[in-house]
């Protein structure tokens, strides 16, 4: 069978090539999109992964009338499985039990096998690459729209742009689980390009858009650096526009909401790289209890040592307390070797009050207290058991009040800007936890992740107390003895 390379000239009506949108469509993990037909490189590639076992689909952009009966009919928005892409203008192609040839330039392409191919991509593996990068296209182009409309291309000048960005503030929040993500991505992707069939896949879909020739991880990289860019370019806007203009209140206002935006994204970044720190000293404590701290919280907002005192208990009890988003644990230090730590519990601080208790006779409890504050259940608390917290001094005592109103207003930011982890975040940190110690607890506590941004630094505790000096207990022990070996 010969190409009808003579067949009328209908490669010209081909579509568009590098717009925004064709660049987004490249991204989004169901392949690349093609408007009109390419080069050499394109048809190897595409061939490469036809020869390796690849589905390859192609989307009908307008109807095909056939011209003779070597051609392939289709109307717009039929699917069409490509057999062959040797050649530059006419691909071979099939419908159901229908085979021929059609104009390449007719039809844009997709890559079923994303998605279709077990062997070669998993859910996971297309959520670890492009994250919510649909989210965020489908979102810039209803952003788009807004600014296309407020933007007069007459008389520019007279344009008002930043009602746009106040409008969609909240919204821009989602390129946090984008750039949260995208070190992850980079890191799969590179696995992957490893491996020839994934190259000559991620090529094509460069190639079938017409892209600049940039890796795709260079891609990849574009919304991180878009988000970063928009009070860059708010602030040069603000700073050439006159007072007196309609729209420099709101363009300046746009400038602060895009900063805290930025601000948002930064920090919901440092959350989320708290939480392998949290779980590794979570892997330290010995006869470890219950749920996971992770399955509530996120940040540690300080630490340190208290005397624990309980009706139920029959003496008082030192120490260390690890105050969390939502809860708190508290441990026992070993006798001897201080610098290991025993899980002896924990207190639901979603459900507890806490009470600054003057120095002197507790009439609860029915004993006279210094530098000391209660925990009492609220209602709706499921246990009604009240604790007192005793610190050594009084400024330690003002600085774990300080610290308890530090934690309410941590849950409070975090409900309104809508922070949470995902459940598989939750089970990556376990996850690397125990490849960092395969073989059991480590050697001593992991490092302790950085304590609320707001503390001044001589505020700042570690998570795990640094490790003493050795006791030399056993050694005068020795000396004393008369025996010897």
């Known amino acids: 069978m010969v190409t009808p390379e003579g067949t009328p000239e209908q490669v010209g009506l081909g579509g568009q090539a590098g717009s925004e949108e064709d660049a987004y469509e490249g991204l989004r993990g169901s392949g690349p999109r093609c408007g009109h037909s390419g080069g050499a490189g394109e048809q190897l590639a595409i061939n490469e992964l036809i020869s390796d076992g690849a589905v390859v689909y192609a989307e009908a952009l307008w109807d095909h009338v056939t011209m003779d009966d070597q051609e392939l009919g289709f109307k717009a928005g039929d699917v069409v499985e490509v057999v062959d892409a040797s050649s530059r203008e006419w691909w071979w192609g099939r419908i159901l039990d229908s085979e021929g040839w059609f104009p390449a330039c007719f039809v844009r392409g997709y890559i079923k096998q994303c998605r279709k191919r077990t062997d070669m991509f998993t859910e996971e593996e297309l959520h670890a690459i492009f994250g919510n990068i649909e989210e965020i296209y489908r979102f ?53 390009m490893k491996i020839n069939k994934y190259i000559f896949f991620f090529e094509a879909c460069r190639l079938l858009q017409k892209m600049i020739d940039i890796s795709l991880d260079g891609f990849l990289l574009t919304p991180v650096q878009k988000i970063c860019k928009y009070p860059l370019q708010l602030a040069e806007l603000l700073k050439y526009t006159n007072p007196q203009h309609r729209d420099y209140k709101d363009v300046e206002a746009a400038l602060n909401a895009m ?39 996120s940040e540690l907002i300080f630490s340190g040592e208290l005397t624990r005192i309980s009706r139920l208990q029959a003496k008082n009890q030192l120490r260390m307390f690890f105050l969390f988003d939502h809860q708190m644990i508290y441990c026992k230090k070993d006798l001897l070797r201080r610098d290991i730590l025993y899980y002896k519990g924990r ?10 208790v003057e120095d002197g006779r507790d009439r609860d409890f029915g004993m006279s207290v210094r530098n000391a504050l209660k925990l009492r259940p609220t209602a709706a608390s499921p246990t009604r058991e009240e604790v007192l917290l005793c610190a050594k001094k009084p400024e330690q005592k003002q600085r774990w009040l300080r610290a308890f109103q530090d934690e309410r207003s941590q849950v409070q930011h975090d409900l309104e800007t809508g922070f949470s982890i995902t459940d598989g975040q939750r089970k990556q940190a376990m996850l690397n936890a125990c490849k960092i110690h395969p073989t059991g607890k480590p050697p001593g506590l992991a490092p302790a992740p950085p304590l609320h941004p707001a503390l001044p630094p001589q505020q700042v505790f570690m998570l795990a107390e640094p490790k003493r000096k050795a006791s030399t207990f056993w050694q005068n022990i020795g000396r004393l003895t008369p025996f010897r070996k």
């Not at 930025?262 to 959350?271: D, G, H, Q, T």
């Not at 392998?276 to 404590?285: C, T, V």
Request: glycine share 4%.
């Open 140 to 192: 810039q182009k209803v952003f788009l729209q807004g600014l296309e409309t407020k933007f007069c291309k007459e008389q520019p000048h007279l344009s008002e742009i930043g009602c746009c960005f106040l409008e969609h503030q909240m919204d821009f929040q989602i390129y946090s689980e984008y750039c949260n993500n995208h070190p992850n991505a980079c890191l799969q992707l590179a696995n992957l």
């Open 347 to 356: 207190v639901d601080m979603d459900h507890m009050e806490v009470l600054d």
């Open 259 to 297: 900063k805290n935006v930025a601000r948002l994204i930064n920090e919901r970044k440092r959350r989320l790289e708290n939480i392998d720190k949290i779980a590794q000293w979570q892997s330290s404590i010995e006869d470890w209890e219950g749920e996971d701290v992770l399955g509530r919280s």
